[in-house]
């Protein structure tokens, strides 16, 4: 194949080590003994590669792929990859089922076992853990919320089949699935929302039932699940990750995350700005404007620490769930995002935080629009402004 499009200076190194862009497999072959010492060169090489489609060539590079730590080589082997297999020259092997709660802490006859739902839209979620005790279950859940706390709360004793059959009625019935997750996590969640809100008669009962089901509480904090399953250092890093953050809007247990209207509602204000201004600009003027202070609107609303920390939150927990459904690339995106949140990052750096806010924004402006409009509508009081407008078009009106 002929080497084109190879910059001179790639040619040049290539030559000065006895290769040839014109045999990009031999080239590799040879690169490979040293592979990470020339990342230029290689991730030529491997653009190379992916445009010739010779046969056997995706599953070395995807061995090769194993060994890069270089991100513009690990992208250029992702790009070769995916040509490779348009082509029907290569088929990406399918990703192994991640292992089960109960795998990555250990057997023990008598852990507790639990399970959590999805985030809905308002951020509440059910967190259920169950234990044996003897031929039974003791078996205890939650309804909660992110900002409210507790909001319903059962315990009781029931038997495994019975416990299993409630489960899948839920999913059935209500749409909730419950994914079986770190019982030590779960607690961690329950524990949060008790401290955030519960009546003290609540907070009591919730201590008796916790005292059967997890007679043994960690001592620490656990890290998020999702650490288990994803490479969080490698995801940060790679911007290509975060980037593709937006995806997991395509989600169901993303797609209709929007923020508290009372998170919004002040930020209207910039917006309000923007449009009212007296000043005649041009519509290029306007979009930058607008553009402009939607960004503002943007970072106010995410100013409190403690709104990022429960979004990033969100974030490491929604990419556990996928990530359990084999969703790996996603989860990934998730962590990435989870991870900028929580450093400062700007939101419109974070294309997945960024889009829920702007949709969060244009829906309270909408509403804030229609609710003004009623009112206006329904009046029956008439402002000075209101009357000298009437008149004026009286006045039009007689001089036609």
Known sequence: MAAQGVPRAIADELAKRG???????????????EWGAA?????????????????????????????????????????ALYRLEQRGLWQAP?????????????????????WLSAIDPSGSRLLWMARRTGADMASMSAMVNETVGVQEFYAGGTTRKS???????????????????PWQHVDALLQRAVATGATPERAAEIARARREIVPHPAATPPPPPVDALVDRAAAAA????????????????????????????????????????????????????ARDAVQRATEKVFAPPERRALFADRFDETAYLLARRGQLDVAR???????????????????????????????????RARQARE??????????????????????????
């Open 19 to 33: 290769l040839s862009a014109a045999d990009p497999l031999g080239a590799l072959d040879a690169l490979e003994r």
């Open 39 to 79: 990342p230029a060169v290689e991730a030529a090489i491997v653009s190379l590669l992916g445009a010739a489609g010779d046969a056997g060539t995706a599953e070395l590079l995807a061995r090769l792929a194993e060994r890069t730590g270089d991100k513009s080589v690990r992208r250029e082997i992702k790009r």
């Open 94 to 114: 399918a990703a192994p089922p991640p292992p089960s709660p109960r795998s990555l802490l250990g057997p023990a006859e008598d852990e507790p076992e639990a």
């Open 163 to 181: 416990l299993r059959q409630a489960q899948r009625d839920l999913a059935a019935r209500n749409g909730v699935p419950l994914v079986e997750a």
């Open 238 to 289: 790679d911007a290509s990750v975060l980037a593709d953050s937006v995806r997991a809007l395509g989600e169901r247990e993303v797609g209709g995350w929007l923020l508290p209207r009372s998170w919004v509602e002040p930020a209207l204000g910039a917006l309000d700005e923007a449009q009212d201004s007296v000043v005649i600009v041009s519509p290029q003027q306007q979009e930058e404007r």
């Open 333 to 367: 995106t998730l962590v990435a995002a989870a991870e900028a949140t929580r450093g400062g990052r700007p939101v419109g750096d974070i294309p997945v935080l960024a889009q829920i806010t702007a949709a969060s924004l244009a829906i309270a402006a909408q509403i």
């Open 375 to 400: 009112e206006k509508s329904s009046s029956l009081v008439v402002t000075p402004q209101q009357a000298l407008e009437e008149q004026r078009l009286a006045a039009l009106r007689r001089g036609r």
